[in-house]
């Protein structure tokens, strides 16, 4: 069985900083890529950045400069740096795993994690 289990997150003034973390289990961790999602009430789930099995990464420009995504293999566990926080960063941050091309989405998620940036 899967498992996404998020942990970080919280409540941080603008400008400060937070990590999220995703532990994954029951799946070959190494052989997927995964990313990092946000949602806002009444807002679609949006990707924040992704990176591959090879550690390409890619992020959407609002977080460029300011969020690093990684991943640790041997901890099989996903990581997003978040530095330089705004208030528009507020959302719930979801992790994902293993792209789906028949179903255009990741086929595993984590179960949210709030993220809440006060100016």
């Known amino acids: 069985q899967v498992q996404l289990v998020q942990s970080g997150g919280g409540s941080v003034q603008a400008g400060g900083s937070l990590t999220l973390s995703c532990a994954a289990s029951?799946?070959?961790?190494?052989?997927?890529?995964m990313g990092w999602y946000r949602q806002v009430p009444g807002k679609e789930r949006d990707l924040v950045s992704r990176?591959?099995?090879?550690?390409?990464?890619t992020y959407i420009d609002s977080v460029k400069g300011r969020f690093t995504i990684s991943r640790n293999n041997a901890k099989k566990t996903l990581y997003l740096q978040m530095n330089s926080l705004r208030t528009e960063d507020t959302a719930v941050y979801y992790c994902?795993?293993?792209?789906?091309?028949?179903?255009?989405?990741?086929?595993?998620w984590g179960q949210g994690t709030q993220v809440t940036v006060s100016s």
């Open positions: 994902a795993a293993c792209w789906s091309r028949s179903r255009n989405t990741y086929n595993h």
């Open positions: 029951g799946y070959l961790f190494s052989s997927c890529g």
């Open positions: 990176i591959s099995r090879d550690g390409t990464t």
